[in-house]
């Protein structure tokens, strides 16, 4: 026993320093990350990632930020592409539109889209003055899109008759060959414009979707798996089949559902106004109604009425989903059954989500960009919980 004490304890204590690390660098990963490596000023909303976009490498996310704060002065607010490949840590600015590309005194930083093309090169961003191309360099191209035929005094955003009608929603197709452009937020009827590759490589219309189901405005645009496209307005989700020229309703959704974003990872998953909607099939979605959702941090009080933005379902790993709302950040371990609040994320509304390829999520809002991982092993125990 006396033999055999010094050594099990010279042992253990040398596992113990072996696996301190570990559990050093487990814990870390636990933790929420403030990004702070993003362009511009800094100042409000700068940090807000509105849009995030994909293409073939599955390293790179591209984002798009608005500097468009008061204390900027006018000629030098900016809207930044940006690009990470580790995992969001680090954001390299790659092209920017200055102030003769958007109108901030009418409502940008809300609706603004982004696309990439497969490659990565190029990319479009539709503002309230319209969609434009953005080439290496910054070099920007206008994209020919509708005007607005008569100003209509009763819409809460100005424009007058020849001004472009605002440019929303925004899809290249994964091949490279189309691009999606929705028009027509809080300006005019909506329309879903579809483009092709000119040889100098412009943007010019192409052959029209089919009519539209609905005069409501367009607030989200996906790709299902099997080259149909799924579109979400201000009161439900819609689904076009290829080569089909008619729109079909998904069954489930509740009415005046603003559809605010849709993943198409195993099924339609919508983010709407009053809840999050899992998939029973193509066609159709189911409401949860059963997650303990926390609406009012404060007042502890739960319930499915969550006002969400954005639905993220991990590619890699299904069973695991974010969504973003009014009141905060949201994971599920259980491809969308129940949801628990990230709490470590500051209060207040986020609007954007992406997962990386290692399964950490970037989630971004007004109050900035963060990085976590609710999901790694042994998290749960270091989660702040309230």
């Not at 702070?36 to 591209?62: C, K, Q, V």
């Not at 360099?137 to 005007?147: E, K, L």
């Not at 809080?186 to 483009?195: G, I, M, T």
Request: with cysteine; proline share 8%; charged share 20%.
């Amino acid at each position: 026993m006396s033999s055999l004490g010094p050594r099990f304890a010279a042992s253990s204590v040398a596992l113990l320093l072996l696996a301190a690390p570990l559990v050093a660098r487990a814990q870390d990963s636990c933790r929420v990350q403030e990004v702070t490596s993003l362009p511009g000023s800094h100042e409000f909303a700068s940090t807000f990632l509105e849009a995030l976009a994909s293409a073939r490498d599955p390293n790179a996310i591209w984002g798009l930020t608005a500097d468009l704060s008061s204390k900027v002065p006018a000629g030098d607010r900016v809207m930044y592409i940006s690009k990470t490949t580790d995992g969001g840590k680090t954001w390299m600015e790659v092209a920017r539109l200055d102030n003769r590309y958007f109108d901030a005194d009418i409502g940008e930083g809300e609706r603004n889209g982004l696309a990439v093309s497969p490659n990565g090169n190029e990319f479009v961003v539709t503002t309230q003055l319209g969609a434009f191309q953005v080439l290496p360099h910054s070099r920007v191209r206008s994209i020919a899109g509708p005007r607005v035929p008569e100003p209509d005094p009763e819409v809460s955003i100005p424009k007058k008759k020849g001004d472009p009608v605002t440019a929303g929603v925004v899809k290249i197709t994964p091949d490279g060959t189309r691009l999606i452009v929705g028009y027509g937020y809080f300006d005019l009827q909506p329309q879903l414009l579809v483009y092709r590759k000119a040889r100098d490589g412009s943007w010019i219309p192409d052959k029209p979707l089919p009519p539209l189901p609905t005069d409501m405005d367009l607030l989200s645009l996906e790709f299902g798996r099997d080259g149909s496209l799924y579109l979400g307005t201000g009161d439900q989700a819609f689904h076009l089949r290829p080569h089909s020229r008619h729109w079909t309703q998904l069954d489930g959704v509740g009415p005046d559902s603003a559809i605010q974003s849709i993943s198409t990872v195993g099924g339609p998953h919508l983010a709407a106004c009053w809840g999050i909607y899992n998939p029973l099939g193509p066609d159709t979605v189911e409401r949860v109604t059963h997650a303990s959702f926390l609406l009012h941090r404060n007042e502890d009080e739960a319930g499915p009425n969550i006002r969400a933005f954005a639905i993220e379902v991990d590619p890699r790993r299904p069973d695991h989903q974010a969504a973003t709302g009014l009141t905060g950040v949201y994971y599920s371990k259980d491809r969308g059954q129940t949801w628990t609040r990230l709490n470590d994320v500051p209060d207040g509304e986020f609007r954007s989500a992406r997962f990386t390829r290692d399964g950490t999520l970037i989630v971004s809002g007004i109050q900035g960009t963060f990085l976590a991982n609710p999901f790694a092993p042994g998290c749960s125990a270091h989660l702040r919980k309230r």
